[in-house]
């Protein structure tokens, strides 16, 4: 495997910053101020806020919070901005409320219900603190008592003096995505049994993708527990790194966004399924990946991100996010399949159409490359197709259903790239292939082929003649 790695600082001064943006979570900032230079609120996320805080103010009472959406999409991050709020601002909706975040994953292998009332304990030692009651707290707490009934002490206590308390107390669950089925029911009965209050609201943050996941028993009781279900909205890529970057810009300077906004959605959406963690990590190592050579410091924004857009794929390629194609392996014949395969599933899907498509691929790389006589040519092999089309499939680029081919997002992303120049300079030095086969193959190669072409010739038919004419 080829490394490239370049010093990320070498391009501060082409693109304005003083120093690396936040390519990581937020979770961590404790400065309330650092917190939201790197926080962004989009306008969806903003009316998601607004539509949630409705529901905590209505008259009634309000059910329990079930926070769903993909892997890394920003779920906790939102609960961290949520409580930052909750404690900073004064008179807003969330100045009513204090927030607690449970980790139930410190629960996995432990004694499950001790850890949980530990935490229980812990949230109203903050509660009754942030209520301006941290001295009836300790008073309690100094008691020889169980943990059980030191929360139930403290219960007693709020019920009786409600009024007292200038907030109401929301009690998060997070990563139980991180638990087995088991182990999540026994969490969420644990809170539910040790902090059994309605007036104390329970919200759980979890993956859709987890809970389709989980048993009949489990899904049941997550649904009559938590039955107000929120799911969370996707935020951009692109306006996340806008927004940090300009926070390290150099002042008075027209900073430069080396990512653009097709890159962004390619890599969150395409890559890591939403995943922001993944995709934010990964434009850092882009970043990393791509040498400023003679990109002179007047460059513009345009030209510096078609730079990023083509060079992307050295990171794409360095990480295994996308395969090298090129790669012997992936082959059982001189010809490139795997790579017309892809290219036609990009404009069609019917299997017998694909394999057409793909054998007059190959008979036009044949003449072209000149690798046999005039007089010849070689045809594509059933057994060879096949092999290259389960290849597609193992790597997640390609899936089957029935009769046709289905391009994956991963597979569509690799389509931008894989006949570009770029992509084959760098596949080829990553490999060592010697030989006539070898030679064979990157004849065949190099010979330009426009896929969409010889689909539209595959579906053309003549008209039929007009006898009226």
Not at 163 to 188: H, K, P
Not at 395 to 414: A, H, I, V
Request: hydrophobic fraction near 40%; glycine fraction near 4%; charge should be neutral.
């Amino acid at each position: 495997m080829i490394s490239n790695l370049q010093a990320i600082d070498s391009w501060f001064p082409i693109l304005k910053w003083t120093k690396l943006p936040n390519f990581g979570p937020c979770n961590t900032i404790d400065s309330y101020q650092e917190f939201f230079k790197h926080y962004f609120i989009s306008q969806e996320l903003c009316r998601f806020k607004t539509n949630l805080l409705a529901t905590l103010t209505g008259e009634f009472e309000q059910q329990n919070i079930r926070l769903m959406g993909r892997p890394g999409c920003g779920k906790t991050s939102f609960v961290y901005y949520l409580i930052k709020e909750a404690m900073n601002s004064s008179g807003g909706a969330l100045s009513r409320y204090f927030i607690h975040i449970f980790h139930a994953n410190r629960a996995a292998g432990a004694e499950v219900e001790k850890t949980v009332m530990d935490y229980i304990l812990t949230a109203w030692e903050r509660y009754y603190a942030t209520c301006g009651k941290g001295d009836v707290f300790y008073r309690i707490s100094s008691q020889k008592l169980t943990v059980k009934d030191k929360i139930n002490t403290l219960v007693d206590y709020y019920k009786a003096k409600k009024t007292e308390f200038s907030r109401l107390m929301i009690f998060v669950i997070d990563d139980a995505d991180l638990l087995s089925n088991d182990e999540v029911r026994e969490v969420v009965k644990a809170v539910l049994r040790n902090l059994a209050l309605s007036v104390v609201k329970k919200w759980l943050v979890i993956r859709e993708v987890t809970y389709n996941g989980y048993d009949v028993e489990t899904r049941r009781l997550v649904d009559a527990f938590f039955s107000d279900r929120r799911l969370f909205p996707q935020i951009s890529l692109f306006d996340i790194i806008c927004h940090r970057i300009r926070n390290v810009a150099v002042p008075g300077s027209n900073e430069k966004i080396p990512f653009s906004e097709d890159l962004c959605f390619f890599v969150l959406e395409k890559l890591f399924d939403g995943n922001m963690r993944e995709a934010l990590a990964t434009l850092r190592s882009i970043l990393e990946f791509s040498e400023p050579g003679d990109i002179r410091m007047e460059s513009d924004q345009v030209f510096i991100q078609n730079y990023f857009d083509r060079n992307a794929v050295n990171t794409f390629l360095q990480y295994n996010f996308l395969p090298n194609l090129y790669d012997p392996i992936y082959r059982s014949s001189p010809f490139p399949l795997a790579i017309d395969i892809l290219c036609t599933v990009r404009y069609i899907r019917n299997q017998d159409l694909v394999r057409g498509v793909v054998s007059m691929a190959t008979e036009w790389r044949v003449d072209v490359a000149r690798i046999v006589g005039d007089s010849q040519t070689v045809r594509m092999r059933e057994h060879d197709y096949d092999f290259s089309v389960q290849k597609l499939i193992d790597l997640g680029l390609l899936e089957k259903e029935g009769k046709s081919l289905y391009l994956t997002p991963k597979g569509e992303l690799l389509t931008y790239y894989v006949t570009r120049p770029h992509y084959q300079d760098r596949c080829r030095l990553m490999i060592y292939e010697p030989g006539k086969e070898a030679d064979a193959f990157w004849k065949l190669v190099k010979v330009s082929v426009d896929h969409w072409e010889i689909v539209l010739k595959m579906l053309a038919w003549d008209k039929p003649e007009d006898h009226n004419r």
